[in-house]
Structures are given as structure tokens and as C-alpha cells.
């Protein structure tokens, strides 16, 4: 009887511990394909960041190009005031001042994935894309504070100088362009335009450059992921 008693104990024994083990070979498996899919989430997700972030890049270096076109022709118009511009550089009057336009804001990697940057697993990579959405939001401000400036002081003013503006033409010469600019007093509206388009400017710049940074970063963990 004992050693029956004692054969029984060693079988039962041994089925817990079949069972145990198949038990944790079972959570393995669920943990491990748990993981898995994940990784494809999260593989999926990184994909569709680079592509938004590459679509930033064309939209961040076509505003940079124009804020800098901007910013020139209001150092223009500043010339043609103070009388030091080249007169065969822009001979008529096109009858509309460029300067007073709005800028829109917005990236496609914040506007579209703000959400999914905590289900990327990398820390460092994760305080990269927070500090793009940060630099994305200071430049956003930036924009705001123009686009704002320009609506509520520059455009009131130019609105009010329509009646004498519409005279001019791509006909005009450039005497009569320096003569209204004068006569106008928009001298101290450009100047402050000037400011607001240099601060959307840096804004601008070092977003673009977070923007190649996190790029860079986004394509090696993509292909850290596959391996």
C-alpha cells in the first residue's frame, strides 16, 4: 500500500506539473503572439508616421521658400521707401502688396498621429516626436500672432488705402510706386510685418529641422522592428 500510495503521489504529481507546464508553454505562445502583433501595430503605425513626416518636409521647405520670398519683398518695398532700390529689379506697380496674406499652420504628422506617439515603444524616440509636436506648436503661435497682426492692423490699413491703390497698375513707374509708398505710411506696417514673418521664419527652420531628425529616426526604428 505504501508503495502504491507513493507511486500515486509521484504520477499526480507529475500530471500537475504537466499541466503547469503546459499552462506557461500556452501563456508563452499568448504572450509571444501578443508581442507579435504589436510589433505589426506598431511597424504599420511608424510606416504611416514616415510618410506624414515626409509630407511635412515638402510643406515645411515650400513655407520656409515663401516666408523667405515674403520677407524679400518686403525688404523691397523698404528700399523702394528709403530710396536705395534698384529700380530695374521691379519697374511697375502690381497694384497689391503680397506682405498682408495669411500663412496656414499644421503638420501632417501632429494633425493626423499626435495620438499614436505613446504606442511607440522607444523612449528617446517618443521624446523626439514630443519635442516635434512641441516645436510644431510654437511655430503654429507664430503663425497665429502674424496672421492675427495682419488681420486686426495691416489689413484695416490697406483696405483704407484701396481708393488710391487701384490706380496703380502693372502700367505704373517706379516714381509713382515710391511716391504712394510714402504718401501711405506704410512704412511702419511693413517694418512690424517684417518682424512677424522673421519670427514665423526661425519657427519654421527649426521645426524643419526636428522634422529631417525624426525622419532619420522613424527609418532605422522601422527597419530595427523587421529585425
Do not use: C
Not at 72 to 83: D, F, L, P, W
Not at 136 to 154: D, E, F
Amino acid at each position: 500500500m505504501e508503495n502504491k500510495t507513493g507511486k500515486y503521489f509521484k504520477y499526480a504529481i507529475g500530471e500537475i506539473l504537466l499541466v503547469i507546464i503546459g499552462i506557461l508553454i500556452a501563456l508563452q505562445i499568448n504572450s509571444w503572439n501578443e508581442n507579435r502583433k504589436a510589433i505589426q501595430n506598431e511597424y504599420k503605425i511608424v510606416g504611416k508616421m514616415i510618410e506624414q513626416t515626409k509630407s511635412d518636409s515638402t510643406l515645411l521647405s515650400n513655407s520656409i521658400g515663401n516666408i523667405e520670398s515674403r520677407i524679400s519683398n518686403i525688404e523691397y518695398y523698404m528700399a523702394v521707401i528709403q530710396g536705395t532700390a534698384d529700380s530695374l529689379k521691379q519697374k511697375n506697380f502690381s497694384g497689391w502688396l503680397p506682405i498682408f496674406t495669411n500663412i496656414n499652420d499644421g503638420t501632417h504628422l501632429v494633425r493626423n498621429h499626435l495620438d499614436d506617439f505613446k504606442e511607440i515603444n522607444d523612449f528617446e524616440l517618443r521624446e523626439l516626436l514630443m519635442e516635434y509636436y512641441y516645436l510644431s506648436t510654437m511655430r503654429n503661435k507664430a503663425i497665429n500672432i502674424l496672421n492675427l497682426n495682419m488681420l486686426n492692423n495691416n489689413l484695416p490699413h490697406y483696405h483704407s488705402l484701396y481708393e488710391d491703390l487701384k490706380k496703380y497698375d502693372t502700367t505704373s513707374t517706379f516714381e509713382e510706386m515710391q511716391d504712394f509708398l510714402k504718401k501711405s505710411k506704410l512704412e511702419s506696417y511693413i517694418l512690424v510685418s517684417k518682424s512677424w514673418l522673421e519670427n514665423v521664419l526661425i519657427q519654421a527652420e527649426k521645426l524643419y529641422n526636428k522634422n529631417q531628425e525624426v525622419l532619420k529616426e522613424l527609418e532605422q526604428y522601422k527597419n530595427e522592428l523587421v529585425n
